[in-house]
């Protein structure tokens, strides 16, 4: 079963345009909630990660934001750029190196 | 350059075949993984080896294997291919504990 849903599958943004991801799980075991680009060709790469102790991580224009109690994390890219389009994952881990992706979001930020 | 690699980058070859693909980490890792990436995109973990110990196998044919002759590498060995095992294979590493992994540039294995 998918242990982590995500959604939309696939995002369409104006530059400029905040894109929002979200992300659900039910395994109250997972206590590391990384994201992951991906660009075509390309392994996916770690973008920013957040731990359930806090409800907001920001990285320049990367912001996890995360609701333990509704299980729920979302990612938000403020002013995307054209260099932003790429696939994203959410992801979750427990502590024994067992991470497990979403289903990902295809991102296309338009000029 | 401190990095995951993995070679071949493209492999096609024919049903029924045996083929590896190569990993080696120089990041000083303690884990090491492959994943399958369908055409989807959906990203499903395969194997995962901490200093040499299989500890996930997933429900994956037996006619996938992985082998690591050292804490540096991990090598996926696939036996009679078929057409199914067409995908991108990655191979990732990461530390002990959550640091995140650190995904190699993928394998795209075409079976014709």
């Known amino acids: 079963q998918q242990q982590v849903k995500q959604s939309p599958q696939s995002l369409i943004v104006q530059k400029g345009g905040i894109s929002i991801i979200n992300c659900a799980y039910e395994?109250?075991?997972?206590?590391?909630f990384p994201w992951y680009q991906q660009f075509p060709g390309k392994g996916p790469a770690l973008l920013i990660a957040?731990?359930?102790?806090?409800s907001e991580k920001k990285e320049g224009r990367f912001t996890i934001s995360f609701n333990k109690s509704a299980k729920q994390f979302s990612l938000h890219i403020m002013d995307s750029q054209p260099g932003d389009s790429a696939t994203y994952f959410c992801?979750?881990?427990?502590?024994?190196?067992?991470?497990?992706f979403g289903t990902g979001t295809r991102l296309t930020v338009i000029p | 350059d401190t990095a995951v690699s993995q070679t071949p980058k493209y492999l096609v070859t024919q049903m029924g075949n045996d083929k590896s693909i190569k990993c080696e980490q120089n990041?000083?890792?303690?884990?090491m993984y492959w994943y399958k990436q369908d055409s989807k995109k959906f990203l499903k973990i395969m194997f995962s080896?901490?200093?040499?110990?299989?500890?996930i196998n997933e429900t994956v044919p037996n006619r996938f294997s992985p082998k690591s002759p050292d804490k540096a590498h991990l090598n996926l060995h696939i036996n009679s291919l078929e057409l199914g095992d067409s995908a991108v294979y990655f191979c990732?590493?990461?530390?002990?504990?959550?640091?995140?992994?650190?995904f190699g540039s993928g394998t795209r294995l075409t079976v014709v």
């Open positions: 957040i731990r359930p102790d806090v």
């Open positions: 992801a979750a881990e427990t502590g024994a190196n067992n991470l497990f």
């Open positions: 990732a590493s990461s530390p002990d504990g959550n640091y995140g992994y650190t």
């Open positions: 990041l000083g890792h303690d884990t």
């Open positions: 395994n109250t075991a997972f206590d590391y």
């Open positions: 080896y901490n200093n040499k110990e299989l500890i």
